[in-house]
């Protein structure tokens, strides 16, 4: 059905989107609830609709992944010639039941609640760690030198990647370079180029561990997706590299914006640092209930209508693309108070930063402990840091919002 603007249509390449997207939510939600993205799909930005999208498993799902790439590139795209595509074609947040079932449950089981929880003296030493390096220093760039540092040494320690593998920093920047993909637009040649070369990269170095773990079982998340499911129920090791590679990117990169993002919001409250300081313990779960809400890392995603729904009137025909705004419901007044203060004191859970429904993120309780445990830790230790907020230097790309640096000192 056609569809005529009130508002600018959603561009996700826009500049202002990356500056302060918070404005352009406000007039979607507010003007244009359920809105005609100049690239084709709906966009929704209300915390109900968002909400609603995510948990109706019946009508909203992945559908079919070449299609929705093609929206982007045009019917004549060979999507799965890229070894990109093809890798994102094939994780779980990606499928719908039953493989996603399948995969997903053979991941939980191998993440237990109980393999978090016995995480938690080792990212407080690797956290302590971290600061004693640069303490001294009285200045760092805190995003390379703490809040990328900690989840991805989190995530080897939990994988069995060797810390001082050489080839940890190819791995880094592989992932940042790649993970390009996931965002809602078509790639030059030149990023699509790139993006294929790493993922290749990244199916040998996690090809090589698996078979080692293979070979040589230990103590790790590696060994127990491995050892994980039986006969017909066994991943095979090309699913089991697809799956580390995904575990290991949304691990660390979500993670890093969370403790980047919520620096950069104590900055620009600082009353609210005053309070963490006073009372860490207490707070700090809450604080990352809030960084999230406020200034969450993962703004948006997508889902494909799996039957015709209405949204506000409009029909959403079976096959169509909607983009969720998380970013847009965690700042929706209808359903949080003084939405656009930052207060941690709040302690609602109810954002909508780690999903909903069936893809509901399966590291959430990972992320909460170590966000937990690196404000904890950084209020302690350093109650004075500053980080320069004058122009935060965000990452290139709409969807996943962090900073590429943050100078910090104390
Ligand atoms: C602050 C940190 C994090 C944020 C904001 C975040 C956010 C999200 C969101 C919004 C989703 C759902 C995406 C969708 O429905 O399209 C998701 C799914 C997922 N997340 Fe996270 N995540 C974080 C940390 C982690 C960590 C630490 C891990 C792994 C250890 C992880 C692994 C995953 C996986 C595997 C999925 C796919 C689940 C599925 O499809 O069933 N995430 N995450």
């Not at 860490?280 to 494909?304: D, K």
């Amino acid at each position: 059905m056609e569809k005529t603007h009130t508002i600018t249509p959603f561009n996700p390449d826009a500049p202002n989107l990356k500056s302060d997207p918070y404005p352009i939510f406000k007039s979607l939600r507010e003007e244009d609830p359920i809105h005609r993205a100049e690239a084709g799909y709906w966009v929704v930005s209300r915390y109900e609709d968002v909400r609603n999208t995510l948990m109706d498993r019946q009508g909203f799902g992945q559908g079919d992944f070449v299609k929705n790439i093609q929206l982007f590139y045009g019917p004549e795209f060979d999507v799965l010639s890229h070894t990109s595509y093809k890798w994102l074609s094939e994780i779980f947040l990606m499928q719908d039941p039953p493989h996603h079932t399948r995969l997903r449950s053979l991941v939980t089981g191998a993440l237990t609640a109980k393999r978090v929880r016995a995480m938690e003296p080792r990212i407080r030493e690797i956290t302590n760690q971290l600061i004693d390096d640069f303490e001294t220093d009285r200045k760092t760039d805190i995003i390379a030198n703490f809040a990328y540092k900690l989840p991805v040494l989190v995530m080897c320690d939990m994988l069995g990647v060797a810390p001082d593998d050489e080839r940890l920093d190819l791995v880094i920047d592989a992932i940042a370079q790649s993970f390009i993909i996931f965002e809602a637009r078509a790639l030059s040649d030149k990023e699509l180029a790139v993006a294929d070369r790493e993922i290749a990269f990244l199916e040998e170095f996690f090809g090589e561990l698996f078979e080692k773990r293979r070979a040589e079982p230990q103590d790790d998340l590696t060994t127990a997706l491995v050892q994980s499911g039986t006969g017909e129920d066994a991943l095979s090791l090309h699913e089991l590299v697809t799956v580390a590679i995904g575990l290991f990117g949304a691990g660390f990169e979500t993670t890093a914006h969370l403790i980047g993002n919520g620096l950069l919001c104590f900055s620009r409250f600082p009353e609210q640092w005053e309070k963490l300081r006073n009372d860490p313990e207490r707070l700090s779960a809450a604080a990352i209930n809030e960084i999230l809400r406020y200034e969450s890392s993962l703004i948006a995603t997508y889902r494909t209508a799996l039957e015709p729904r209405v949204i506000h009137g409009q029909e959403i025909a079976e096959g169509e693309k909607v983009l969720t705004l998380i970013g847009a419901a965690n700042r929706d007044p209808r359903h949080f108070e003084r939405p656009d203060e930052f207060d941690i004191t709040r302690n609602d859970a109810t954002h909508m930063s780690f999903g909903g429904g069936i893809h509901f993120c399966v590291g959430a309780e990972l992320a909460r402990l170590e966000g937990r445990i690196a404000f904890a830790e950084l209020v302690r230790r350093l109650p004075e840091l500053k980080v320069d907020v004058q122009t935060p230097a965000w990452r290139d790309g709409f969807m996943f919002r962090g900073m590429a640096r943050l100078p910090a000192e104390w």
